[in-house]
């Protein structure tokens, strides 16, 4: 900023300190008009440059900008504030110029034209979408989608009732309606579930699922035998409450499973002896097989069906009929779907309780299991989790043998957004779960996908702990022995209670026994009254083994009896006061017996808050350092004569504490949620948050976040630039002018030119972008394949010759070469991960992977954000250059605010498109990434059939001979046939990204054009014709947008949007007072003159009166 401005704005903050100022009560605002385009200088800056409105000096920020925001209808966004308190002149000098706008407090009195918004006024619909496109709420913008797409069948209406008129082009407004009523509004975010056997992935899934029993579970054996989906169920149909999709594997996809199946069983068109040896691939096999034939129980009946393929399937009638299809089942209850679903996902082998006989599920004419012909389910429920459009896929783990589903897998993992790594507490730290995840592969295309930070630790069941073990583990033994010591204190005073207990016990046995006597010589002594009142001789109750007997008169029978009803009652009362006392005591033995389990649940409680805090430390920090590890063995790779170790090209601390981890306890939430009642009671849990499923519950939406509000704002975007185009249309009274008066209409036929310079600047941007992306590539990732392929071909052979070696030496068991080979180079187990062609071609990426990195993380990006920014400002330049025309050479009637508004949509469309763009660029880069180990299988396949059929005496020498030979003959071909496949994959990228930018910029040019040229000289009307009647009520119906309600949105109002702005905090001694409020802007306490940028291109609302317009 020029320096006089500066001084002038200084001076402006000290007479605001002074009287009469700061005795007034209201003061005014000055914002920048939209269509100012001056350098702010002291021979530029003009006050008709401003708009001023009033307001009460001692507004707050944030009530002055929602207000200024509600006029303009665009964003004023604070960059600067003068505080009251502090130095004596704000600091400004950091502006070179104010192109967005700027803002000023003023006193009343230096300019009397004046705009009154000392009172709030309500934002119109378009302006309140303005903010929301920007705001981050998402279920605001997913509220304002659904209620725009109600109101888009009546605005199409009228739109084709338009295009039936002559001379009338619609169609591109109809074309858009549509596109939008078609567009989705919900975001899938797919996360991959990851966990061995026993981890409880299933137990996890149904507790944050909110079900008791939906994701199969079993105590014996693994339950999930294929790929699970979880996704929300948006049916109101009470029948179908919960919906599943089993899709089944094409005929092509069995095929090749019954030759893998076929290649293991057999030996010289005999069935292997090992078929049913526990634990051996052919015993999988055949279980397999069996599954789904049970009926083959002859051994030369399943030799003849496995040597002669095609023949066996093409008289499977029966078998046909459910390959490559869909079944759909739905139910109202979770246990009764879980019970069909089992039907088709569960192996039924047999186990403890169980029975073998197969499912009898879809067909009476169909005898096996439907598991091994199965890819993938998709489940359906109505979870809060899910709603947001999170889909959770349970996979099985990596070690599944079926080549389909495995094949299904990789790519879902692929497709996943994120990750989640599933581990008991118990191995999630001793193990080093984080440190060594899944293998160097796995870490290796991790950042190869630039998802290094998109996995999630969730460490299971910590419910199961030792409270012997844990306290010396977790160094807790002093707090955990006050606990304890506690507890046995406790425990003496159970037992000296339990102890009187009993002794009261015996005294009120005895005081039973005593009124029990006394009420039996009660019962004789009134007797004996009653025969003496009828003149009967009585005598006595003989007490003793006295002979003599002296009978007993009627006084002495009354005093006996009621002495002994006296004592009767005295019994009675004793009795009573042990009972009492019985009571209070086992009152207090059941309360301090609570304490105790209080007192034990809370010793479980802190061992298991001490544990899952140790874990989480331990897991971040070997997280990061096993990232650090791999990357620096990258580093070295690429280049050992410039790596230094002790250099750090990330920050892996902030990896480390970035890393989401979650220590969990899925029965510990279901028993707190009154399910799972039959099991034995979790202690150690007195809240759902101890638990952490709560958390992780909010972790699973807040992932979500961006996507919701990528797709919302697209709609939003689309939507304003349509609204914005027709609002051009309809305020334009239709009187063009004709083709000779165009010709000598300066404005329009300056419109003409700049049109044509706007296209090919844009062209040019997009020319020039894809020029770049095919440098960066050649420069980053190309002229490093020779060197990657030597490094590739100089380690081949040696990998080759090392999976024979002897196992003390490192080399696979026969079995377990065999079962690679047989499997095209690739067998998993729960134990390990082999894949013959990933560490072939392991070298080669590693040798590209920092490179790769740099490219598709850095690189790249940054060329389209480069265009991005390039195209707003060939789209402003554009703007301002025609408004600036208009004003100067033309007519004061255009509405230069209107399109300002509409510019402004197309510059936010531009920030959404390089997201959409990023996005191409990672699945393109994903798929390429991928491509080279396949393409080396691919090099090898004739030689891995050649391994899966030998067989005989000396078959292991033979395997390994084929295998190294195979290696040794195609070791110079195979890695540039590799590297020469992923060139022609990424080689089409750029034409991609150049195809999305070009469809971009041709949007945005045909809509300037169609928009200017409504306002700036267009023949809309051939010169004599009037507008027809129903033209004129279209154009009415679109001006006043009475299919788009006002109020409607209002209700989603409960405070300002949120706004992401950058503040620049000059001031020092306000810096700590700053609060933020709820649009997003620092609001100081001190009421000061304000330096705040405002969108240029925002639109005005036409309703308000603007003072000083030109």
Not at 197 to 204: I, R
Not at 226 to 251: E, L, Q, Y
Request: charged share 30%.
């Amino acid at each position: 900023m020029d320096p006089a401005i500066t001084e002038q704005l200084r001076q402006a903050a000290k007479r605001w300190r002074q009287k009469p100022y700061l005795e007034t009560d209201s003061c005014q605002v000055a914002i920048l008009r939209p269509e100012h385009n001056k350098k702010i200088t002291p021979d530029t800056l003009q006050a008709e440059d401003f708009l001023w409105f009033q307001c009460k000096k001692d507004d707050s920020i944030t009530e002055v900008m929602n207000r200024c925001e509600n006029m303009v209808g665009h964003r004023v966004q604070l960059f600067h504030s003068f505080g009251l308190c502090g130095s004596d002149y704000a600091t400004v000098d950091k502006f070179d110029h104010c192109k967005d706008g700027l803002i000023v407090l003023r006193a009343v009195g230096e300019n009397s034209q004046i705009v009154d918004i000392s009172k709030s006024k309500q934002m119109s619909n378009l302006q309140y979408l303005t903010k929301l496109e920007s705001s981050n709420r998402p279920e605001e913008m997913e509220q304002a989608v659904r209620r725009i797409k109600g109101c888009l069948p009546a605005l199409l209406s009228r739109i084709q009732e338009l295009e039936a008129l002559n001379g009338v082009d619609a169609n591109r407004w109809s074309v858009s309606i549509k596109e939008l009523m078609n567009l989705p509004t919900q975001h899938r975010t797919l996360i991959g579930v990851i966990g061995g056997t026993g981890d409880g992935k299933s137990s996890l899934l149904n507790a944050l699922l909110g079900v008791e029993h939906l994701a199969p579970t079993n105590c014996i054996r693994a339950c999930t035998a294929v790929i699970t989906v979880f996704a929300f169920n948006h049916s109101n149909d009470p029948a179908a409450k919960f919906k599943g999709a089993i899709v089944f594997m094409r005929m092509s996809d069995w095929t090749e499973e019954l030759s893998t199946i076929g290649s293991i069983l057999l030996e010289e068109g005999r069935l292997s002896r090992n078929f049913n040896v526990p634990d051996t691939e052919e015993e999988e096999a055949y279980a397999r097989f069996k599954a789904v034939y049970p009926h083959l129980t002859k051994q030369t009946d399943i030799e003849r069906a496995l040597s002669d393929i095609p023949a066996f399937l093409a008289s499977d009638v029966a078998l046909s009929k459910r390959l490559d299809r869909v079944v759909h089942i739905q139910d109202s209850t979770p246990e009764a779907f879980r019970r069909k679903l089992s039907d088709y996902v569960d192996s039924k082998e047999k186990s403890a309780g169980e029975s073998s006989k197969p499912a009898q599920t879809d067909t009476s004419e169909w005898p096996g299991e439907y598991w091994p012909l199965i890819k993938c389910v998709r489940v359906y429920l109505k979870s809060p989790v899910l709603e947001t459009g999170m889909e959770i896929a349970d996979c099985p783990g990596l070690s599944d043998a079926n080549a389909a589903r495995a094949a299904v897998m990789k790519n879902w993992l692929k497709d996943c957004t994120g990750f989640w790594v599933v581990a008991s507490i118990h191995r999630a730290v001793d193990n080093k779960v984080a440190k060594n995840l899944l293998g160097d592969a796995f870490k290796t295309q991790l950042l190869l996908d630039g998802q290094a930070s998109a996995v999630t630790f969730i460490c299971s069941q910590t419910d199961r702990i030792s409270v012997d073990e844990a306290p010396k583990s977790l160094k807790i033994e002093p707090e955990i022995s006050a606990q304890r010591e506690k507890s046995r204190k406790r425990q003496k005073e159970i037992n000296t209670a339990k102890a009187n207990f009993e002794g009261l016990k015996k005294e009120k046995q005895g005081r039973k026994d005593k009124f029990d006597e006394v009420d039996d010589d009660l019962d004789k002594w009134l007797d004996l009254a009653d025969e003496i009142k009828k003149g009967e001789t009585v005598y006595a109750p003989k007490e003793t083994n006295s002979l003599k007997r002296v009978p007993i008169t009627g006084e002495e029978a009354e005093e006996k009896v009621k002495d002994l009803k006296s004592e009767k009652s005295a019994c009675r009362t004793e009795l009573k006061d042990i009972e009492k006392n019985m009571k209070e005591l086992q009152n207090s033995i059941s309360q301090m017996q609570k304490e105790m389990s209080d007192i034990k649940a809370g010793i479980v409680t802190t061992c298991i808050v001490k544990r899952n805090a140790y874990s989480k430390d331990s897991i971040r920090a070997d997280y990061a350092l096993g990232m650090k590890e791999h990357y620096q063995r990258l580093e070295s790779e690429k280049d050992d004569t410039t790596f230094d170790p002790n250099e750090d090209q990330y920050d892996y601390e902030a990896l480390a504490k970035s890393l989401p981890v979650y220590c969990v306890s899925s029965w510990g939430f279901q028993q707190l949620n009154g399910r799972m009642q039959n099991e034995t009671p979790v202690v150690g849990f007195q809240t759902l948050e101890q638990t952490e499923i709560p958390q992780l519950q909010a972790h699973c939406r807040e992932l979500t976040r961006s996507g919701r509000m990528a797709v919302s704002r697209r709609f939003l975007n689309s939507f304003l630039k349509l609204v914005t185009s027709l609002e051009l249309w309809a305020a334009n009274d239709g009187a063009g002018v004709d083709a000779e008066e165009r010709l000598r209409n300066s404005p329009a036929m300056h419109l003409e030119k700049k049109l044509y310079q706007l296209k090919s600047s844009l062209k040019k941007e997009v020319h020039e972008s894809k020029d770049a992306f095919e440098s960066i590539l050649k420069q980053t990732i190309y002229k490093r394949y020779v060197s990657a392929s030597f490094v590739a071909q100089s380690a081949a052979v040696s990998t080759a010759k090392g999976w024979g070696l002897p196992q003390s030496k490192g080399g696979l068991h026969f079995q377990t070469y065999r079962a690679v080979v047989r499997r095209a180079g690739r067998y998993s187990t729960d134990d390990h991960d082999i894949d013959f062609n990933e560490a072939l071609v392991a070298p080669m990426t590693k040798k590209i992977a920092r490179p790769w990195m740099n490219a598709f993380g850095t690189a790249l990006p940054a060329v389209v954000r480069s265009f991005e920014e390039k195209a707003k400002l060939v789209l402003q330049e554009f703007h301002d250059d025609v408004t600036s025309y208009v004003r100067k050479h033309g007519t004061n009637s255009v509405r230069t605010e209107l399109l300002a508004s509409q510019m402004m949509h197309h510059r936010n469309g531009l920030e959404i498109t390089e997201a959409h763009m990023n996005e191409v660029i990672t699945e393109h880069q994903k798929n390429a990434n991928r491509m080279f180990a396949p393409s080396i299988q691919q090099t090898l396949a004739q030689a891995y059939k050649q391994c899966a059929a030998a067989a005989g005496q000396g078959v292991w020498r033979q395997i390994k001979s084929i295998m190294e030979n195979a290696v040794q003959d195609k070791v110079t071909v195979m890695f540039h046939d590799a590297a020469n496949e992923v060139r022609i994959k990424l080689g089409i990228l750029g034409t991609e990204v150049a195809k999305e930018m070009n469809t971009v910029v041709d949007e945005i040019y045909h809509q300037a054009e169609f928009d200017y040229r409504q306002e700036i000289g267009d023949i809309t009307v051939k010169p004599g014709k009037i507008m027809s009647k129903e033209e004129q009520e279209i154009r009415l119906f679109c001006k006043e947008r009475t299919w788009l309600p006002e109020g409607m949105f209002k209700s989603d109002l409960n405070a300002p949007p949120t706004f992401p702005g950058n503040v620049i905090a000059n001031d020092s001694d306000a810096a700590e007072d700053d609060t933020v409020g709820m649009d997003g802007v620092v609001a100081t306490a001190a009421a000061g003159p304000l330096v705040i940028t405002a969108g240029i291109t925002g639109a005005i609302n036409t309703n308000v009166p603007i003072v000083g317009t030109e």
